[in-house]
């Protein structure tokens, strides 16, 4: 078994002094993901997801959908073709690469100690997340959605530029311990070995929870 170095998404935490409110003045969790090498395109499908999820706040208890926030993804809308994982490969769809997002907010909900109500992996590798951290979302059949379990409202607050896509979860009161992300990634069989096809990874994700810098 080998453990992922990415621990806690070390990943590029974004500063937490920049776009917080004054009723929100707890930084709970946040990560972003590298956007270089991306189609105008494609970023432009991130940068319209991002800005219908940037700045949406949750109340006790209530649940977030990325398909209800973020809406279909049509031309109509303003998505644009680009390359999307579609049964292992890469097509152009219209709205390809918002997964990323989805992927990127799901770390962030994650290091933020909120209840994840649903959530599906990719089935093939992708490359811009540590493997086994990544969200995938497809409209009508799968949806991320988390709760927000915290002890105040929460605030999401999401930022694009041509390089990154980020997302800070803000709250109203402090999480309690500190959060980390931690992978183990082992070997798995062929299960066609006849097929000449190449083993599988299996992956576990954990949430680390510290307290006083002791793990519990």
Not at 12 to 26: R, W
Not at 52 to 71: C, D, E, H, W, Y
Not at 185 to 196: G, N, Q, R, T, V
């Amino acid at each position: 078994i080998l453990r992922c170095p990415f621990l806690v998404l070390a990943l590029l935490i974004v500063s937490s002094s920049e776009g917080a409110e004054s009723a929100f003045p707890n930084l709970l969790g946040s990560c972003s993901s590298p956007l270089r090498g991306s189609s105008p395109a494609r970023i432009q499908n991130v940068r319209l997801a991002v800005e219908k999820i940037s700045g949406r706040i949750l109340n006790p208890s209530q649940a977030f959908s990325f398909n209800k926030t973020v809406g279909k993804r049509t031309l109509e809308a303003g998505f644009l073709y680009a390359p999307a994982i579609i049964n292992s490969s890469l097509k152009d769809v219209v709205g390809g690469g918002i997964c990323q997002v989805s992927s990127t907010i799901f770390n962030a909900v994650l290091l933020s100690d909120l209840e994840i109500l649903e959530r599906y992996r990719h089935h093939t590798p992708i490359n811009y997340l540590p493997l086994g951290m990544d969200a995938t979302i497809s409209w009508g059949t799968k949806d991320f959605r988390f709760r927000n379990t915290s002890a105040g409202r929460i605030r999401i607050v999401g930022r694009v530029s041509d390089e990154t896509v980020a997302f800070e979860i803000y709250g109203e009161k402090p999480l309690q311990d500190e959060l980390r992300l931690e992978t183990e990634i082992a070997e798995s069989p062929s299960l066609l070995p006849d097929d000449k096809s190449e083993p599988g990874l299996e992956i576990e994700l954990y949430l680390l929870r510290l307290r006083g810098g002791k793990l519990i």
